[in-house]
């Protein structure tokens, strides 16, 4: 007998899963989301973050410029807190990126994007941070900044109202089957190495670039491209909008304002499996060096970490590879192709398109299961309480209270100054069973994503641990620790200047002051023959930044 049983079991945490756990639960169909890390730890929470207007399609791959267009404005009235309506602008750098320019201005009208060409010098008026190599601008309202985090839990929360469960660090190991029907999912928590079942009569494979994986388990191919993707990030915003290279999409040619930062990205490179992304000295250097054609203030300011992901392009068998590949997304009934009843996978797209993706595949599924009702994920916003609180925090206004008597604003005290974190947009994931790391923390709250990189607020999280959880100081340390080193792997690829300069002061405030180094020491000894019992662990090493 299972351990639990439910409607569907949909296996995927990142922007499609959670769009088919709350697609399904607004038909009314049960439903249990089981993700092997947390929510938004894989290819959703790698991306760049902008929220595409289809511009970068529109001469390559028509029907993908098309659903962008299309998905980003039901999104900016559903998912208006995870949006920032920035614009964008496409700029020419060279003869030939005004050679591409009709066909862009083609694309942009067959595909129903707004795209208007303005002077160069109004551009600047607009952006002053445009380099002087900028020939032509068109401006392009449909881009936009997606906060990819907050739209994955939003999307959750809103499934986890109507009764759908929500299971992190658990992973699918196999499958029951009824014949040729699947009756059920094998899973082992990732941290307990304890093993159920879940009972279920569907299962929807969102799994992206982890698709062929999961559906090697009932010996049945998916082929998914996982082509890596490197971005750094710049310690301060460079403009208000987003900046593409109006050209064939290539490297470093897009700049992503995202709320107090700018993402430069980004490159495509096919990988053998899509957890092993290296980043290149050079592959950063590139982008510092394409983003600068475009922008100024690239190669001055602070590159604060770099940081890949993987795109999950679904192979269609055309001789294409990386960029030449198509950015749309299929939905495969493994019953019809495979023989195996309920079980059906969605591959490609993006996050732009994540809604409609998961309104296809739902579609079929819930026709398998007899249920009727239509879609509304179009219409239904992600926040539809009152008491719903906008997630993204950059409002001045947020940062006040009332007095008890008075109008006046009390100032609130914060966790994480960077990104105006405050306690008590912690309190409540630190009751979540679901949270277990505090990098779990950051998906949902951003502590730790601004120029100090964790530095301060980490030891503050650290200690809400033990206020709010009831965790002693051994379990923070070592949490606070695995914080900082998840921090640092994006950090030592921007090892220059300004960002040495922030890591030694890293170093020094959890080696001197906290003494980090001597608590782990104290609380994990290395085995007996290492140093002779002393020394400090390795992995506790680097988490702080020492050489």
């Known amino acids: 007998m299972p351990d639990t049983s439910t409607g569907v079991v949909v296996i995927g945490g990142g922007s499609t899963g959670a ?8 038909r009314g169909i049960d439903a249990i989301l089981v993700e092997k890390g947390d929510l938004a730890s894989g290819t959703t929470g790698r991306s760049h973050g902008l929220l595409h207007s289809g511009g970068r ?14 998905e980003g404005r039901i999104l900016r009235r559903i998912a208006r807190t995870t949006v920032e309506d920035t614009g964008g602008y496409f700029v020419s750098v060279s003869e030939e990126d005004e050679a591409w320019e009709p066909r862009f201005v083609e694309g942009c009208q067959k595909a129903g994007i707004t795209c208007e060409r303005i002077p160069v010098e109004e551009a600047r008026r607009r952006e002053p ?3 002087t190599h900028v020939r032509t601008v068109f401006w392009v309202p449909e881009d936009g900044h997606l906060d990819p985090f907050y739209l994955v839990v939003g999307n959750v929360e809103s499934a986890r109202r109507r009764g ?4 992190t660090y658990t992973e699918v190991i196999g499958f029951t089957r009824n014949g040729n029907r699947i009756s059920g999912v094998l899973t082992r928590d990732a941290v307990t190495g304890e093993e159920t079942s879940i009972g279920c009569q569907a299962v929807i494979n969102a799994t992206g670039a982890w698709s062929g994986f999961v559906a090697r388990l009932l010996d049945v191919e998916v082929k998914v491209v996982p082509v890596k993707g490197v971005m750094v990030v710049l310690s301060r915003r460079l403009a208000h909008a987003a900046i593409n290279r109006c050209h064939k999409p290539g490297d470093g040619d897009i700049v992503v304002p995202g709320l107090s930062v700018a993402i430069l990205g980004t490159t495509a490179v096919k990988v053998p499996h899509p957890e092993v992304l290296p980043i ?7 982008l510092i060096d394409e983003g600068a054609k475009m922008l100024d203030g690239v190669t001055t300011a602070r590159a604060m970490r770099a940081y890949a992901g993987v795109r999950p392009l679904y192979d269609l068998g055309a001789e294409a590879e990386g960029r030449e590949m198509s950015r749309n997304f299929a939905v495969i009934d493994h019953e019809e192709r495979d023989g195996i009843a309920g079980f059906t996978s969605i591959v490609g797209g993006k996050v732009t398109t994540y809604r409609l993706m998961a309104e296809r595949v739902t579609d079929l599924v819930a026709r398998r299961l007899g249920v009727t009702t239509a879609c509304t994920t179009a219409e239904v916003p992600l926040n539809d309480r009152d008491d719903e609180m906008d997630q993204l925090r950059h409002r001045p206004a947020q940062l006040g209270m009332p007095k008890p008597h008075g109008e006046e604003l009390a100032l609130q005290p914060l966790l994480c ?3 105006l974190v405050r306690p008590q947009d912690v309190e409540t994931w630190m009751k979540d069973p679901a949270v277990r790391t505090l990098e779990d923390i950051r998906r949902r709250t951003r502590s730790g994503m601004g120029p100090c990189q964790a530095a301060i607020c980490s030891y503050r999280l650290a200690g809400r641990m033990v206020t709010d959880r009831g965790v002693d100081g051994r379990t923070a340390t070592r949490a606070m620790a695995d914080f900082l080193e998840t921090r640092w792997r994006g950090v ?28 782990l020491q104290e609380y994990f000894p290395p085995p007996l023959g290492e140093g002779q ?14 050489p």
């Open 19 to 26: 769009g088919v756990l709350r697609d399904l639960t607004l």
């Open 129 to 131: 941070a445009l380099s």
């Open 164 to 167: 759908a469960q929500i299971r």
């Open 492 to 519: 030592r690829h921007v090892f220059w200047g300004s960002q040495l300069r922030q890591a030694q002061v890293t170093a020094a405030l959890h080696l001197e002051l906290f003494n980090v180094d001597r608590q």
């Open 533 to 546: 019992g002393g020394g400090v662990p390795a992995e506790a090493v680097e988490a702080v930044g020492q």
């Open 57 to 70: 399609y529109c001469v390559n791959d028509l029907a993908a410029a098309i659903e962008c267009v299309e």
């Open 417 to 419: 100054e960077c990104e």
């Open 280 to 286: 290149e000295w050079n592959e950063v250097q590139l």
